[in-house]
């Protein structure tokens, strides 16, 4: 079965206290759907149309656990929370294998 990813690219971060608690309720959502955070904040080197502003790359056991997860109750509370203090591009992905 192939994995899911949740990969989040921070366009700007308008409100970095939204962003703050956004974070504080989204970590404990995203582990108790399955999620494991492989890269958060780092280094980047964006090319062609890239940001070079804040990507989290998030790995679940399947495509369909990473549609819940954001779909849960427990993650949309963090995102009413996060609001309008970001402006980012999030996108589900499947895996290879």
């Known amino acids: 079965m192939a994995k899911g990813y949740w990969v989040s690219v921070y366009r700007t ?4 206290e939204k962003l ?3 974070n504080e309720l989204a970590r404990p959502a995203v582990r108790a759907a399955g999620g494991r955070v492989l890269a958060r904040g780092g280094r980047v080197a ?9 990507v989290v790359l998030i790995e679940f056991d399947s495509f369909e656990q990473a549609v819940a ?11 009413a929370v ?11 992905i499947e895996g290879l294998d």
Do not use: K, T, W
């Open 13 to 16: 971060i308008v409100d970095p």
């Open 20 to 22: 703050a608690a956004y």
């Open 46 to 54: 964006a090319h062609d149309a890239g940001i070079a502003e804040r």
């Open 69 to 79: 997860a954001r779909a849960s109750a427990a993650y949309q509370e963090a995102l």
């Open 82 to 92: 996060l609001a309008d203090g970001v402006e980012r591009d999030f996108r589900i």
